[in-house]
């Protein structure tokens, strides 16, 4: 009984954040494969339902993000969904978060380039002006706002783990 009266109570000191962590974490080993062309990306994640999707969309700019800043979003594999993450942003009432996505995909040239290789390409040939935009744009993961939309997002679709 103690042991289980510990358990019990760890369990419910668990963040509802660490908790959509843990949904990630299971979400990325049962329901996506790599990927690295923006097709592939695309078949990833229509193979999946949508609060699923839009979980790991949220998740995958919030981890380049906090990694490397908003640059490394753009930089990586997961700048391909920028503009996936864009609508999402604004379909969920982050706007302002919705402009900044889209505020970085402006300072590629139209239309923006979703293979990872073309983006990195254009990327190479950036000035800091152009390299220091796309950092600034790290304060629209910094506010905690997509952190609270994921749990959000989560309780309503019933994904949350206990």
Not at 33 to 51: I, R
Not at 109 to 131: I, K, N, Q, S
Request: glycine content about 6%; charged content about 25%.
């Amino acid at each position: 009984p103690k042991l289980a009266a510990d358990y019990e109570a760890r369990r419910q000191a668990v963040t509802p954040e660490r908790r959509v962590d843990h949904l990630v974490e299971l979400l990325v080993a049962e329901c996506l494969a790599n990927w690295w062309t923006p097709e592939e990306a695309d078949a990833a994640f229509a193979g999946m339902a949508q609060p699923q999707s839009e979980i790991l969309i949220l998740f995958f700019f919030l981890a380049e993000s906090f990694n490397g800043s908003t640059h490394q979003y753009f930089y990586n594999s997961s700048g391909t969904m920028a503009p996936q993450l864009a609508d999402l942003l604004d379909r969920i009432g982050l706007a302002d978060h919705a402009a900044g996505i889209r505020e970085g995909m402006a300072v590629f040239p139209a239309p923006y380039p979703r293979d990872t290789d073309a983006r990195r390409a254009v990327m190479a040939g950036f000035a800091e002006a152009e390299d220091d935009a796309l950092y600034a744009l790290t304060v629209w993961a910094d506010d905690g706002k997509v952190t609270e939309a994921m749990v959000r997002l989560a309780e309503d679709a019933g994904l949350m783990p206990k």
